[in-house]
């Protein structure tokens, strides 16, 4: 590129940007924006436009689904994240900002703004608008939160708040153009409002100014920071609706264009004067009398004498004299490492007082301004390790007074997993193809489920949810009609009438075979494999490396339903040789598959789809596997206090058992105890013993077939290293001596079926070995995709989402790092190395870890900092210090840890929730495990965690937080913060 000197001699202008160019993007707005204002304005006039506006700036997640068509439309086609190209330097650009933000925001209020204030056409606009002058306050927090979102992680993500900003600000600038355009006394001569050269000269005074400052400061930047920082602000230009003809390639090329716009733009002006005076007294209000002055001379000294000048600031007074002293001082004899300490330790202070300040501003009931946690967490210091002690000892009783009155006659503690409505239909759906279903039974769950019907006659995936999907309202409907709930009945009309409102039926498999055993569709209309696959030798080997258990069943139990309703739940005639050998091996291959309750994985879904397979394809209600199979159906259905009836989507004796009995030991209660050796006797009794079909677990060659646990009792084939760990965990601490031969072989032989299941990647899976890594960070983010006919479902199986698949995930990992910790296994055994090494791949941008199976970024980071301190990984480690900082900044004021089930679509959201039981005694637990029992942080949660213990002693989330299909699919499990509490508690007692 040619260049030739700046007017001044103060740059280098390049002959691109020349001044025929400029012009013209004087007079151009940003059409797509511009004609959604226009669209809305002409079908509906003014008060629609500023409801849209509105409803936009309310709305600081998700934009909702109220908003017009031409407007969801436009956010999702004008949305422009980084391509796969900027993705590296956008990672790159957010850890610069996670460690250089406050000075990136001095320099952001004390030159961009001013810069921008001093071109005086440009100007006019903020003044006729009045939001600066008028309200200073909010437009700053408005601007500084912009940046704060956008440079966050997450904030660039496709779904990223930094954009949805953006394409809000973007609606913002239309309708300005069209507000001030329209106003008698502005001057055209101007130029059109927010036209694309003040778009461009605000993008590169956001961008390439402040690289400048840092210049000034004498903070050295690689070049590969600069083009990072640089191109976050080139995709957030995108955003805005700056034209590509003004979009620089890199920040030579910017600082090219910025210089040749201050050329021809910048000038002295009453509307800037305004503006410059408005935002040195909002500043002025953070500074010590002394020291008034200060902010107009840091924006002279950072903005430089020409644009001060132009704004009408004065001339610099004492304290610029003992600003250029200290300039002069360091530069001649070094008085500081970092210059930037000395250049600018006011203009930190005065920062930090700033967003000290703005975050007590409200907007109605919710903040205006906040600092994302894991920023606030690493700019503000944090508080002294010197917190009184609490005394936790009448909590921890009440607490294991709970568990021994919930323990069963044989040992094992149950927890009622509290799933969506689409597991009751399931249910009724299967109960009623059978036949079998008791009518009061029946009457309960229509009872439940019309207490779970949305207003709109939908049904969501989980309970406590308000969005209505078709999979879920399809199959309750499908459960009703099939237990001969009448279709007058208000439940079925208005459920059937969402569906007819919203797309009709579902075309996922699963959903068509409940729809079509309630005879709402023919089977012929529901896509899927024929069952002749299952003839294919070796094909559930091949398809078990790329799908999960449970949905590899549903491949051969779905076609056997569809051709048994096609035959009438009849035998294939003797001539149709095919079918009767397909017939044949189905029914073989799923009762080998049939643990000795009768289930299929202790799974609503699967085993409901097992027994109507075995009666479509004619067997009788007395055959053993069909009476097997109801009642372990059965066994997952839970009548309440009420006389309600809901189904589970499965049980948790084995998990439970184990974490109630290790909780007890933990808070006191000795291993010799009645209720806890009744308990491990329990455990060892459910050890599996039998081998697993191949395709359930997927075994490395050579690796242990027997030994491991499952979740749920009696599910001897669906043994998980999740249960697996937390048993050696139970009995690694509350073994008595008494079974100590008995215990330690159980944990032989689960510990060696365990170190069997550790992937090639380092990390544990959930059930079968050996499957292909997961992407760094969050899986789930959106619905799985819905296949549509044969040739989609074989696509789905080719290219399977993460989601449906089984690979290794952090939350399990860091749970079998804790039991094996237990066992005596230190950091640098072979086993634990390469789950060190997993772990650290899977640290997501934030320095937090994702979790695939409990809710989620809070949860699964506890998880694995226990682990790895259980195998002696500690806050030296960078990975953990990292994650501890990342854990602490999202405590909330009241001392508890929140995070919602809506981080899953929403990532960026990450920590943030209401406050909840289980994620606070979580975030305890860790931080006692690394040395953190005496801090303030501790003490605030463990108070908290004391104030909302129940009288019966346990606690209660304040919904579902237990994963089983993100980002809808969730259940509750009402045990799991009891033990949770207990655990936090003992390990806070032990650090005292």
């Not at 939350?811 to 039991?819: H, P, V």
């Not at 979790?851 to 002696?872: D, I």
């Not at 953990?880 to 919602?900: C, K, M, T």
Request: hydrophobic share 40%; with cysteine; aromatic share 8%.
């Amino acid at each position: 590129m040619r260049w030739i000197g700046a007017p001044d001699g103060g740059g280098r202008v390049s002959v691109r940007w020349t001044d025929e160019l400029l012009d013209g993007m004087r007079e151009r707005g940003d059409p797509p924006a511009d004609d959604v204002l226009r669209a809305i304005h002409d079908a509906e006039g003014l008060e629609a436009v500023n409801a849209v506006l509105s409803t936009m700036v309310r709305n600081a997640g998700t934009p909702p689904r109220t908003l017009p068509p031409v407007v969801r439309c436009y956010l999702a086609e004008q949305r422009s994240p980084p391509t796969a190209e900027e993705r590296p330097l956008i990672d790159e650009a957010e850890a610069f900002f996670a460690t250089h933000g406050v000075t990136v925001l001095m320099l952001l209020g004390f030159s961009s703004l001013p810069q921008t204030y001093a071109s005086k056409n440009g100007s006019h606009v903020l003044v006729f608008t009045q939001r600066l002058t008028r309200d200073t306050q909010r437009r700053v927090m408005e601007t500084f939160q912009f940046i704060l979102d956008a440079l966050s992680p997450g904030g660039l993500s496709p779904g990223g708040k930094g954009i949805r900003d953006a394409q809000k600000i973007r609606l913002m600038h239309a309708a300005i153009r069209r507000y001030v355009a329209a106003q008698p006394d502005y001057d055209a001569a101007w130029g059109l409002p927010v036209n694309q050269e003040d778009l461009a000269g605000t993008m590169l005074a956001f961008s390439t100014v402040i690289l400048d400052g840092f210049r000034t400061l004498g903070i050295p930047l690689t070049a590969r920071q600069e083009l990072a920082f640089f191109t976050a602000w080139k995709v957030l230009g995108r955003n805005l609706g700056v034209s590509p003809e003004l979009m620089p390639t890199d920040p030579d090329d910017g600082r090219a264009l910025f210089e040749r716009i201050r050329e021809r733009q910048w000038g002295a002006s009453d509307s800037g004067h305004q503006l410059v005076s408005a935002i040195v007294a909002f500043y002025d209000r953070f500074m010590p009398g002394l020291l008034a002055t200060m902010p107009a001379t840091q924006i002279r000294h950072f903005a430089g004498d020409r644009c001060a000048d132009a704004l009408g600031l004065p001339p610099p007074d004492w304290t610029g004299v003992v600003l250029a002293a200290v300039n002069l001082l360091d530069r001649e004899f070094h008085l500081v490492e970092d210059r930037s300490e000395a250049l600018s330790a006011l203009g930190r202070h005065v920062t930090l007082g700033v967003l000290r300040g703005m975050e007590g501003a409200l907007r109605g009931d919710r903040p205006l301004f906040q600092i994302p946690l894991p920023l606030r967490g690493r700019w503000f210091p944090p508080e002294p390790d010197d917190a009184p002690r609490i005394d936790v000892s009448e909590a921890l009783t009440r607490g294991v007074g709970r568990l021994r009155a919930l323990q069963e006659p044989e040992g094992w503690w149950w927890d009622r997993n509290r799933g969506g409505p689409a597991m009751s239909g399931m249910w009724l759906c299967a109960e009623g193809f059978c036949g079998t279903l008791d009518r009061a039974k029946r009457d309960g769950a229509v009872a439940w489920l019309r207490e779970h019907q949305l207003g709109n006659g939908g049904f969501a995936d989980s309970v406590d949810a308000d969005l209505a999907t078709g999979t879920s309202t399809a199959t309750v409907l499908a459960g009703l009609v099939a237990a001969g709930v009448p279709a007058s009945d208000p439940l079925v009309a208005s459920a059937r009438a969402w569906l007819d409102a919203n797309g009709g039926w579902p075309a996922d498999p699963v959903t068509g075979a409940f729809l079509a055993m309630a005879g709402l569709i023919p089977p012929d209309q529901v896509a899927g494999p024929p069952s002749s696959i299952a003839l294919i030798p070796g094909l559930s080997r091949v398809l078990a490396r790329r799908l999960q258990g449970f949905y590899l069943l549903t491949l051969f139990e779905v076609p056997a339903i569809l051709d048994g309703l096609r035959r009438g739940r009849r035998k294939p005639p003797l001539w149709r040789v095919g079918s009767r050998l397909t017939r044949r091996r189905i029914l073989s291959w799923l009762e080998h598959r049939q643990d000795r309750t009768g289930s299929w994985l202790g799974v609503m879904p699967v085993t409901a789809l097992g027994l109507c397979a075995l009666v479509a394809e004619g067997l009788p209600l007395t055959d053993r596997r069909v009476r097997d199979a109801l009642a372990s159906l059965r066994r997952l259905v839970v009548t309440d206090a009420s006389g309600r009836v809901f189904a589970q989507p499965y049980s948790s004796e084995v998990w439970d058992t184990a974490m109630a009995c290790r909780a007890m030991v933990e808070a006191g209660v000795s291993p010799s105890d009645p209720a806890v050796r009744r308990g491990l006797a329990f455990l060892r009794a459910e050890q599996g013993r039998r081998p697993e079909p191949w395709d359930l677990q997927t075994p490395r060659p050579g690796a242990p077939r027997t030994g491991g646990w499952p979740f749920e009792a009696g599910n001897e084939l669906g043994l998980d290293p999740d249960s697996t760990a937390m048993v050696l965990a139970c009995l690694a601490r509350a073994g008595a001596p008494e079974d100590r031969v008995d215990n330690e072989a159980a944990s032989r032989d689960g510990l060696a079926w365990m170190l069997g299941m550790q992937n090639p990647d380092g990390g544990w899976p959930a059930f079968g070995w050996g499957q292909a890594s997961k992407p760094r960070g969050p899986i789930g983010t959106e619905v799985p995709p819905t296949p549509d006919g044969v040739l989609g479902v074989l696509k789905l199986l080719v290219d399977t989402p993460p989601i449906l698949r089984d690979p290794a995930t952090e939350e399990l990992t860091g749970r079998a790092l804790l039991a094996l910790g237990l066992l005596g296994h230190g950091p640098d055994t072979p086993e634990v190395r390469a789950a060190r090494a997993f772990l650290a791949d899977q640290v997501w941008t934030n320095d937090a870890w994702f979790g695939r199976w409990t809710t989620n970024f809070v949860a699964s980071t506890s998880y694995v900092l226990l682990g790895l301190a259980s195998v002696g990984v500690d806050a030296s480690d960078p990975m953990v210090r990292q994650a501890l900082d990342w854990l602490l900044s999202f405590q909330h004021p009241d001392g508890a840890w929140g995070e919602g089930t809506e981080t899953y679509a929403s990532p960026e959201l990450a920590g943030r929730g209401a406050p909840s039981a289980t994620q606070t005694a979580l975030a305890v637990w860790a931080l006692c495990a690394h040395g953190y029992g005496r801090t303030r942080s501790v003490e605030r949660g463990v108070r908290w965690l004391l104030h909302t213990q129940e009288e019966g002693g346990g606690w209660t989330d304040p919904g579902p937080l237990s994963v089983l299909v993100p980002p809808t699919m969730f259940y509750g499990e009402d045990l799991l913060p009891d033990y949770l509490g207990l655990f936090a508690l003992s390990a806070y007692g032990r650090a005292w």
